[in-house]
């Protein structure tokens, strides 16, 4: 194989022919040179290194773009993880609050509790609405156990015969229970000497 070496027109960088060869590419600035075997002349063709010159200026572009896209992407993840993080935050923080005000409840709760009772006053294990239904003489000897010491108690008598077979609620069931004239919640606080008054079918 016979190798005709020269230089190239443009650059000067070295280039060859190998035998029968109509055309080579520049390997330093990409021209693609003809030779003329007849005239011994070469002929540059600048317009092939142009268009690759577009294909790579194309390919930058496109390098480029992606490269954008990708630190888009990025930044788009980092804001997703860092709103999760947020929100992760916000609902421990919530949950901190309300062990926290739950907790001080309770000790405010505690401390008013050896208050009260050391004041001699009675709390009231049950609401009225829970007393609601249960046994009358149940209920009372509760009551008096806790300290009352003026519990009245009311026989409705308003069961009528079928009745006290057939309703949800029975004899000597409560009807009411009120502490010093009025309804109460569990946990209230009475003098032991507050009119208890309970009312049953
Ligand atoms: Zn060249």
Not at 21 to 27: A, E, L, R
Not at 49 to 71: F, G, H, P, Q, Y
Request: one cysteine or more; glycine letters at 6%; hydrophobic letters at 35%.
């Amino acid at each position: 194989m016979k190798l005709e070496s020269m230089k190239c027109p443009e650059c000067n960088s070295p280039i060859s022919f190998e035998n029968g060869q109509d055309y080579v590419f520049c390997s330093h600035c990409g021209v693609q040179i003809f030779k003329n075997d007849e005239t011994q002349k070469i002929v540059v063709n600048k317009v092939i290194r142009k268009i690759d010159e577009a294909r790579i200026k194309e390919a930058e572009v496109k390098k480029e773009i992606r490269t954008k896209e990708i630190e888009q992407e990025d930044r788009k993840d980092r804001r997703k993880y860092k709103s999760i993080f947020v929100k992760i935050g916000i609902v421990l923080a919530l949950i901190i609050v309300i062990f926290s005000a739950y907790g001080i409840w309770k000790i405010y709760d505690y401390f008013n509790e050896q208050k009260m009772l050391s004041q001699g006053m009675i709390r009231v294990p049950n609401s009225s609405i829970g007393y609601q239904a249960q046994n009358y003489e149940v209920v009372k000897k509760q009551l008096e156990e806790l300290g009352f010491v003026d519990i009245e108690t009311i026989d409705l008598n308003d069961l009528k015969g079928w009745q006290k077979y057939v309703v949800t609620v029975g004899e000597n069931d409560i009807q009411s229970v009120t502490i010093a004239g009025k309804e109460f919640k569990r946990g209230s606080y009475f003098k032991p000497t507050d009119k208890v008054i309970i009312s049953y079918h």
